[in-house]
């Protein structure tokens, strides 16, 4: 929801991270939670559990839009990869150049 919301506040206001102190501790959250995220190890290939498949839709997502990063972080990277690999996943992808 942070990474949402920090999303469209920049998107329709023009509102950054770094304006507003409420907002950069928002963006201290998403970091956060990817560091943790990235603590547990991940199914490397389908089936994919309910919890896995979310939590690549929010990967594949954020890194689309620009709102996260995932470099070093080798277990969120890999399950992205396997998510990516998984056709019905796959097929969900936003469009090249969207």
Same mark, same amino acid.
């Given at each position: 929801?942070?990474?949402?919301? #920090?999303?469209? #506040? *920049?998107?329709?206001?023009?509102?950054? /991270? %770094? !304006?507003?102190? $409420? #907002? *950069?501790?928002?963006?201290?959250?998403?970091?956060?939670?990817?560091? $943790?995220?990235? *603590?547990? !190890? $991940?199914?490397?290939?389908? /089936?994919? %559990?309910? +919890? !896995?498949?979310? &939590? @690549?839709?929010?990967?594949?997502?954020?890194?689309?839009?620009?709102?996260?990063?995932?470099? +070093? &972080?080798?277990?969120?990277?890999?399950? #992205? %990869?396997?998510?990516?690999?998984?056709?019905?996943?796959?097929?969900?992808? /936003? /469009?090249? +150049? @969207?």
């Amino acid at each position: 929801d942070a990474s949402v919301n #920090l999303f469209f #506040l *920049e998107l329709k206001d023009n509102i950054l /991270p %770094t !304006e507003v102190s $409420y #907002l *950069e501790r928002h963006q201290e959250r998403v970091l956060s939670a990817l560091s $943790y995220f990235n *603590e547990s !190890e $991940y199914s490397n290939q389908a /089936p994919f %559990t309910d +919890g !896995e498949l979310r &939590l @690549a839709c929010f990967l594949d997502w954020g890194l689309f839009r620009n709102r996260i990063n995932i470099d +070093g &972080l080798d277990n969120l990277q890999a399950l #992205l %990869t396997a998510a990516r690999s998984y056709d019905i996943f796959a097929q969900t992808a /936003p /469009p090249a +150049g @969207a």
